[in-house]
């Protein structure tokens, strides 16, 4: 089964650089194990620049502002839930409600007594 692995940019340099010094591909493939390939696309971004520090920095900067956007999408959607669920536990005729699945969020619930087989009723009232 394939390997899928992450390498950092500082190895990505690394490689690149001993490429750059004389080794051949051949020998660095063998030594860290990766594909000549691979190797050949790290020394063609290499050479774009995408190894650079101000463009590791700008995709750090957005891999953290999606992260916030999500987390912050995510803190909207409970906020709206717990608003929900406040105004559903509100008193109605001064008794507490409880929801129910099936009923509106404010109808209120009251329990009925056993049936036999164990399983618990509820009654709107």
Same mark, same amino acid.
């Given at each position: 089964? !394939?390997?899928?692995? &992450?390498?950092?940019?500082?190895?990505?340099?690394?490689?690149?650089?001993?490429?750059?010094? $004389?080794?051949?591909?051949? +020998?660095?493939?063998?030594? =860290? /194990?990766?594909?000549? &390939?691979?190797?050949?696309i790290?020394?063609?971004?290499?050479?774009? +620049?995408?190894?650079?520090? /101000?463009?590791?920095?700008? /995709?750090?900067?957005?891999? =953290?502002?999606? %992260?916030? !956007?999500?987390?912050? %999408?995510?803190? $909207?959607?409970?906020?709206?839930?717990?608003?929900f669920?406040? $105004?559903?536990?509100?008193?109605?005729? +001064?008794?507490?409600?409880r929801?129910?699945?099936?009923?509106?969020?404010?109808?209120?619930?009251?329990?009925? %007594?056993?049936?036999? /087989? $164990?399983?618990?009723?509820?009654?709107?009232?």
């Amino acid at each position: 089964m !394939a390997r899928h692995r &992450n390498h950092s940019i500082q190895f990505k340099r690394q490689i690149v650089q001993e490429y750059f010094s $004389g080794e051949s591909l051949h +020998g660095l493939a063998r030594r =860290y /194990d990766i594909a000549r &390939n691979l190797i050949r696309i790290w020394i063609r971004k290499h050479e774009e +620049g995408a190894f650079d520090e /101000d463009v590791e920095a700008v /995709d750090l900067i957005q891999e =953290y502002e999606a %992260r916030i !956007a999500a987390l912050e %999408r995510l803190v $909207g959607k409970q906020a709206l839930e717990l608003e929900f669920l406040k $105004g559903a536990l509100k008193t109605h005729s +001064g008794r507490k409600t409880r929801l129910h699945p099936s009923s509106p969020a404010r109808w209120p619930l009251r329990r009925r %007594r056993m049936p036999a /087989d $164990g399983d618990c009723a509820l009654d709107l009232l």
